[in-house]
């Protein structure tokens, strides 16, 4: 993340390099790739734009420059798509000295003309659910900003600087996330209590005893032992039935009243937005020039310059030539997935500035929504629910969104079902999806240390890197019956002195929560925060 000035002095440029990609007849086939040379470090990196600040209020409203300010969509319409060359170059990018790729594409390529599997990154501390929200001041500028190449530069705005964006001395919610009986908002003590009685109220309970470290094992209470109504089995089927993308399947076996969710939680197919948080600004978008004919094939032709806008937006830092390939096969499978199990993909979706049609675009996998995948919903008597294939799924597929409502950070509530929206911005992390309330399958997919889902970042309805979207695709071929599951974690493993108990105790209402791993998975970490 750039500093909170918006320079880019400190963060190191890459060298670029040019993946030669001989011509095919095939859209699926994958070229032969050079290896990947080392990454030179360079310093400075003047092309790329100081971000344009989001001004947020005391209150944690977003002011968003309105969208008359921002450029409407760059159109040029051209009678016949661009013939294709021989090396894929980024259309619309900064010539030379923008662009500082890192070159990336050195790895296998595990089935010939199947799926690219990239070489794993460093861990990083990202978007995870199930955990309290982390309470970051809100002092600096969020990331968001449109690429030189696609819009003309514009005036600072007025409300640009530092001294914006107010630091909360006292931040009111903060406290109000670990209420006195562990009980979140809504009553759902055991949620966030997580499995295992392993409980996180801040009720000055020794954090020994909470966080015990041979957990004794009972049943999972999903949502407490308040008297909050609860669903029934019919009305969770009623709200479940609301996805009509989605086959899903309750299994019923040892379900208690108890282990159905609140009255109150109903199922959303997208993404609602808290009050006080503005939805994305629609005119924040670049669309492409592919005249509606994005083309996925980087053998030999370029691809829709949406895929190299993402490295556009992001200054460079993902790995760059990621950039060259379009995400998907022809099918809507992910084409490129990472090699280690926590890792997540970035993806760059066309959008409703580009030119091409909604239901026909092989960019817009994710927008469209799953297609067919079959799954149940199974309650397990130390996790709760969770997510199981009633059909065998191949692997990349597209199996759902995390979406429920946007809350900004200073007004998230305790809950086991946050989702950092941090991918990009990190310390400036603005928002969190919290499906406690309103949610859909993704909500009741459980962590493993040995996943079978991507978690992936996804950008389609803003190009204001603070309101990214979340989807899962698998990572492998699913059998049928096999449990759903991705890494909570991002791959970083619980130290010894996060303490949530004694982190509370000390006022610390921030502290990681803690929940004992079921996932079964040779190597568990044993404890997930
Ligand atoms: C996002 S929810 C997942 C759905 C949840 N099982 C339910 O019934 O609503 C996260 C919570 O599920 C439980 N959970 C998820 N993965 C788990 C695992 N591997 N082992 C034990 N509990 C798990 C934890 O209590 C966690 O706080």
């Given at each position: ?19 030669e990609i001989?011509p ?52 040029h ?9 021989p ?32 070489a ?159 939805a ?184 204001n ?46 502290a ?16 997930v925060?």
């Open positions: 993340m750039p500093p909170p000035n918006g320079s880019t002095a400190s963060r190191p440029a890459r060298t670029t390099t040019v993946i001989p095919s007849d095939s859209e699926d086939e994958l070229p032969v790739l050079p290896p990947r040379p080392p990454a030179a470090v360079n310093t400075v990196n003047a092309v790329h734009p100081a971000p344009v600040p989001t001004p947020v209020s005391p209150t944690g409203a977003s002011r968003r420059t309105p969208a008359r300010a921002l450029p409407q969509k760059r159109r319409p051209s009678p016949s798509p661009p013939p294709p060359t090396t894929p170059t980024l259309p619309q990018v900064p010539p030379a000295p923008a662009a500082p790729h890192a070159p990336i594409l050195d790895d296998d390529l595990d089935e010939p003309g199947d799926v690219v599997v990239l794993p990154r460093a861990p990083r501390a990202a978007a995870r659910p199930a955990k309290h929200a982390r309470h970051k001041p809100v002092h600096s500028p969020p990331k968001a900003r449109l690429p030189t190449s696609k819009l003309p530069s514009r005036p600072a705005s007025p409300g640009s600087t530092a001294a914006t964006f107010q630091q909360p001395t006292t931040p009111p919610q903060a406290r109000a996330r670990l209420p006195e009986s562990g009980a979140d908002a809504n009553g759902a003590k055991g949620v966030a209590a997580g499995a295992n009685g392993i409980t996180t109220g801040a009720n000055g309970t020794p954090a020994a005893s909470r966080l015990n470290r041979t957990p004794v094992k009972q049943a999972w209470r999903p949502f407490g032992d308040d008297h909050t109504e609860r669903h029934t089995i019919d009305s969770f089927r009623a709200e479940i039935a609301k996805e009509t993308a989605t086959s899903i399947e309750i299994d019923l076996t040892g379900v208690t009243p108890e282990c159905l969710p609140p009255k109150s939680w109903t199922y959303v197919t997208d993404l609602t937005f808290a009050p006080g948080v503005d994305p600004d629609p005119a924040f978008l670049a669309g492409c020039d592919c005249d509606g004919k994005c083309r996925l094939s980087y053998n030999g032709i370029v691809p829709c310059e949406c895929v190299a806008l993402l490295d556009e937006l992001t200054d460079g830092k993902l790995r760059g030539a990621r950039s060259l390939l379009a995400p998907y096969k022809a099918n809507g499978q992910l084409r490129v997935l990472p090699k280690a199990a926590h890792e997540m993909v970035e993806l760059i979706e066309c959008n409703s500035n580009c030119m091409c049609d909604m239901a026909t675009c092989p960019l817009r996998v994710v927008q469209r929504g799953p297609v067919s995948i079959q799954v149940g919903l199974k309650f397990m008597p130390h996790k709760g629910w969770g997510v199981y294939a009633t059909a065998p799924i191949p692997r990349g597929t597209f199996v759902a969104q995390y979406v429920g409502e946007v809350l900004h950070v200073t007004t998230v509530r305790n809950s086991a079902y946050l989702f950092e929206l941090d991918y990009f911005t990190r310390e400036g992390q603005q928002y969190m999806i919290d499906t406690a309330q309103k949610g859909n399958l993704a909500r009741f997919l459980n962590h493993s240390c040995s996943p079978n889902l991507v978690q992936a970042i996804v950008l389609y309805d803003s190009h890197l603070d309101f990214h979207r979340v989807a899962f695709f698998t990572r492998c071929d699913i059998a049928m019956g096999e449990e759903l599951t991705f890494d909570y974690t991002g791959g970083i493993p619980a130290l010894p002195g996060q303490d949530h108990g004694a982190a509370v105790a000390n006022g610390a209402a921030d990681p929560v803690f929940f004992k791993c079921e996932c079964g998975a040779e190597g568990c970490r044993e404890m925060n």
